[in-house]
């Protein structure tokens, strides 16, 4: 059988979300960002929220998330998207608010903002991406950052007695009473990406369900950053970053 | 007995070449482009072997760039 008989609309089994834009994504080729985009986008499709989902973006790499996805979406202060989702599903309740954060927003200056809005258990979901480095500035030291991992701002590895120990701020946020589903994903495989998408998609019922916080982080890879090819920095993570952020349900009530 | 075939198409423009799809086929149906490459200069993804797809997806669902379609058909 020729292949144009098998490419007709159908048997079509996988295509591009509707949602997602036709502007090209900025990020690096092999960025976790891309594909995290596509499941949200995925997931909003298909709980129907199109018109009701409002995202919250942060400063970093995800920055232009709002070109991307085609829902309404705020662009916060650094670090601060859950206190600024926190107003918008007072305000709203019936909206699904998510922020979408990585390491360098929630995790060093919003760290007080994350903690705050857990505590409260205020109903909104956030998407946290950890790559343990600061990607959109080039490379620099995050409070994610693995002991001996060089970055620009620390040439020679991390160090414990100078910069401290890494921040495994998932496991900070399942401890508050606030928060009803903290959970440690991963994108690098299929079958990763699968889990993933049920991960967010628990998230941003529990949101509409009223359960409190949410949290998914997703390990992720900074293959820019890491100076490292996109399989490669896969590889590097599973090694690596798997034994400080092992994957798996911190809390799930 | 009834066959799984497939095909992907991939968005050539928007393929960032980065290799990801191909490491993720378990059936080693894409390629790189060795020496062409896209306006934007990356050597985009391409059906080396297409009579050895399955129609898996898993090529689609690691794609950063949501630049692959996946088929399939049930050959009797």
Known sequence: ?253 | MAKIRGAVTIEEERCKGCNLCVAACPAHVLSLQPKEVNNRGYHFAFMSSPEKCIGCSSCALVCPDACIEVYRIREE
């Not at chain 1, 085609?70 to 998207?81: C, K, L, M, P």
């Not at chain 1, 997703?218 to 993570?237: A, D, F, R, Y």
């Open chain 1, 1 to 253: 059988m020729d292949i144009n008989d098998i490419i007709k609309p159908e048997n079509r089994i996988y295509k591009r979300p509707s949602l997602l834009t036709d502007s090209h994504m900025h990020y690096c080729p092999g960025c976790s960002h891309g594909v995290v985009h596509k499941l949200i986008a995925e997931i909003i499709e298909e709980m129907g929220m199109e018109e009701s989902a409002i995202g919250v973006a942060p400063v970093g790499c995800a920055v232009f998330a709002y070109n991307y996805i085609d829902v309404d979406f705020v662009e916060a202060a650094h670090g601060r998207a859950p206190a600024l989702a926190t107003a918008i599903k007072r305000l709203q309740p019936d909206k699904l608010v998510f922020t979408y954060q990585g390491d360098g927003d929630l995790a060093a200056i919003g760290t007080g903002e994350t903690i705050h809005a857990a505590n409260r258990g205020e109903n909104i979901a956030i998407i946290f991406i950890n790559n343990a480095i600061y990607g959109m500035t080039g490379g620099q030291m995050a409070p994610t950052t693995l002991l001996g991992m060089k970055t620009a701002t620390t040439p020679y590895g991390r160090r414990a007695d100078l910069n401290g120990y890494p921040l495994a701020i998932s496991n900070l946020v399942a401890q508050l009473d606030g928060s009803c589903y903290v959970t440690r994903q991963s994108v690098q495989s299929p079958a990763a990406v699968r889990k993933a998408k049920a991960a967010i998609r628990k998230a941003f019922e529990n949101s509409m369900a009223g359960k409190g916080t949410s949290m998914v982080e997703i390990v992720s890879t900074c293959n820019s950053g890491w100076k490292l090819t996109p399989e490669q920095s896969n590889k590097w993570m599973e090694e690596h970053m798997f034994a400080k952020y092992p994957l798996g349900d911190l809390k799930n009530v």
